[in-house]
């Protein structure tokens, strides 16, 4: 069987990136890393959908025994991706989805530079303060904040394999189903090749 | 200005990236980087275009001293791509190529992770050995043990941006500009939007 490929999609919040991953893990054979945190359960979420809750001790030792592929702290609460979950998913030839941050991402990338990383940019700053604002989660002080300290992110955007502005969700969803389909279709022509020698 | 951005082209011999290389550079802003050797200069080559040509402490030095991008050395003499002039051309906003092997790209990736990777694959392997008995150089046994070398540079395909299959030189030329292209696009994509920050 072919082996599946991981992507990580990554962008400042308020470009849409958690709705276009939601959309492309209605297609088969694409499906989304779950997270691990020791932050707090919130209402509505769901052990193992949401996240994978661990005690801070539980998550230090994961660290230590090497089990996570990128973590993180965030106001004194850890986020990371389990390893084995992912390497399990990739060798059934599945396609996984990370959705993590430029920092998570490039950790990634280090230790499986094969990761196609895919970054989403809004159309322009001014719209995405709008959709932030239109959220209403945040005060103007705060986004510009927010804005400010993304900044760092898409100065990473060089390392990344793709960018996509999201102007149309449609439209970004089927170029990033166009871009796991070209790198199945590679990996397929690869193996095609190394079959013969 | 915008600044350029460093394509690095790999692919085993007798897939005909020489020949996209020499079609690249005959468009505005795409330069070859000319590498550093320490093997004798052969009749028609000229110092400074086909190679610079070093004696074996020059090279030892510019090692030693951090010049060289990457560098290996093959049947006794060292090959590799001098740092500065790849800087210099990318800080004046040129597009640079290198026409390098995987074991010097993957280099090159981890110390500038924003180089492009493209990796150009022959239609089959029978196809390459075709085009390389052709060529007339070598027998059909030394053909055969260059490809069995060739193997572990086709299983780092992954790790590369692109995979291009030349099938026909003009397409293969043509998709390997439209890479440069959006490339181009995509930084000035970042730069317009890190200027609104």
Redesign the interface.
Known sequence: MTKG?LFIISGPSGTGKGTVCSELVKNDNIFLSISATTRDRRVGEIDGVSYFYLTVQEFEKRIKDDLMLEYASYNGNYYGTPKEAVTKMLSEGKNVILEIDAQGA?KV?EKM??AVLIFI??P???ELKKRLLERGRESIEEIEAR??R??WE??Q???Y?Y?L?NDNLNKCVNDTLEIINTTNE??A??EN??K??
């Open positions: 490929s490039l990338k530079p094969e940019v809004p322009s700053i001014k804005i400010q993304a900044k898409f100065m955007c060089p390392k394999n960018v502005v590679k990996q022509l690869i090749l190394l013969d020698i």
